[in-house]
């Protein structure tokens, strides 16, 4: 299948926010097995500022560094048979979060979907934790476990005392230390820290104008439509349309059950 439709660079071209100063940087290899069994792992980077926390993908980051650079090189076309540059590695973890963002206890949420931008504001959800026994070792750190159930999925969680910030990947706080490890029991989605950066003392950049307001509900039913219905999602998304290879339109819906378990069921 093709997508028809070509759209411009433009959409890469970000509007960065300083909201904080990044102090430590936590990098998780994430495996989203409920998108794809076959996918690569994911670097998602947790950043803690002064005030406020961002997570977001590095993969996705990547994507977009690439198109801008391209943009101001000319936008050099990507189909030519003499371009044999390897683009970026493809993202599906497209939420950012920022917690404590505009205000405490409120939590924003932004997701790029090629050529639309949504966000949403939530409060912070306290997680009914259950401290369960057994520990372990990562990176260096002792850490003990935990487990909860959010948003309509179990997590089993590995957290260190000696790292003593209630916070951790994606929209996973609320214990008496850092969250190093978290996964679900049917392996759909896992959060494994590789590396800890500390002192790292940077502006904490967030592109947050020129978003479509909306819902988690609603935000999860439009993902879901990307591996449901290609075509009606090429439609919201960027009014174009699917065709295959003979440039005929493709109406069959494109589906495949085992991805449409997200995040938030």
Known sequence: MTILTIFSLDIYARDLTTVDTVRYRFTYAAKLSAYSPFLEEEDIKVEIGNRITYCYSQTEENGELYYEKKEALGRPDDENEDNKERGPALSFFHYRTLKHYPEKKMLTVTAKLITKNFKYKESIEK???KLESGDTTLLGYPCKKASCTFRGRTWNVWYTLEIPISEGPWKLDGLPGMILSASDPNGEFSFNCKSIEENVNVPMEVELRNKI???????NKIRKL?????GAYAKLIFGGIITNGDGIPYQAP?????????IEK
């Open 127 to 129: 997680k009914n934790w």
């Open 254 to 262: 494109y589906k495949e059950p085992i991805l449409l378990e997200f």
């Open 213 to 219: 307001k909306t819902t988690p509900k609603k935000l």
């Open 226 to 230: 990307e591996f449901t219905n290609l």
